[in-house]
Every structure is written in structure tokens, then in C-alpha cells.
């Protein structure tokens, strides 16, 4: 059983940055396709990104695209998530989960393992 962490979450101001990281606190990240998702006030959980776990490779929905990148280290067992340009509508609980490495995909109910989730907040 993976249990996931995620942590770096905060207060930014638009425009700013914050880097999101996601760790195994038991078991390990290398074979596991890791997506991220974030739930905004009022609002159903949506997939932005993920990482696969054979070649590294990502996908991004378009809302972030060229401003968030999603990397992983395998030494440190963790997987990060860099947001520049954050702004207002990027506010919400960020959650890391995993998934067998099958293929990538945003869809929630594919992934097995979940992190607590980490509050990001764009507001100036």
C-alpha cells in the first residue's frame, strides 16, 4: 500500500510561483503513473496533470499548459509540481495520486492512491 504526501502548498500572489512535491510516506512513486488534481471552492475535482512512470512523459489539460510542469526524482522518491503565472483560478486543494502505470489519464476514478491534499490560494 503506497500512502502519498503532498506538501509546498500556500498563499501566492497572481503572477507568483509555488512548487507543489509529492512523496511516498510508505512504499514508493517509481512504478506508479502520478496525476495531479485540484478541487476549487464549490466545484468537482478536476485532473490537470500526470507523469508516467516508463518514459517520464506528461500531459497537461490546457488550462495549465506552458505553466505548470510536472517533473519526478527518483532518488528523492518524489514527484513535483512547478506552477508559475499562478492566478485567482488557480486556487483550490491540490491532490497528488497514483495509478498503475497503464497509460495516462485525468480521469480520477483510475487512480488507486491519494494524498491529504495541499491548500494553494492566488489572491492579492
Known amino acids: 500500500q503506497v500512502q502519498l504526501v503532498e506538501s509546498g502548498g500556500g498563499l501566492v500572489q497572481p503572477g507568483g510561483s509555488l512548487r507543489l512535491s509529492c512523496t511516498a510516506a510508505?512504499?514508493?512513486?517509481?512504478?506508479?503513473?502520478i496525476g495531479w488534481f485540484r478541487q476549487a471552492p464549490g466545484k468537482e475535482r478536476e485532473g490537470f496533470g500526470c507523469?508516467?512512470?516508463?518514459?517520464?512523459?506528461?500531459i497537461y489539460t490546457s488550462s495549465v499548459r506552458g505553466r505548470f510542469t510536472i517533473t519526478r526524482d527518483y532518488a528523492e522518491n518524489t514527484v513535483w509540481l512547478q506552477m508559475n503565472n499562478l492566478q485567482p483560478e488557480d486556487t483550490g486543494v491540490y491532490y497528488c495520486?497514483?495509478?498503475?502505470?497503464?497509460?495516462?489519464?485525468?480521469?480520477?476514478?483510475?487512480?488507486?492512491?491519494w494524498g491529504q491534499g495541499t491548500q494553494v490560494t492566488v489572491s492579492s
Open positions: 495520486a497514483g495509478k498503475p502505470p497503464l497509460s495516462l489519464s485525468f480521469r480520477s476514478n483510475f487512480y488507486n492512491y
Open positions: 510508505r512504499g514508493t512513486l517509481d512504478d506508479l503513473t
Open positions: 507523469v508516467s512512470s516508463s518514459d517520464d512523459s506528461t
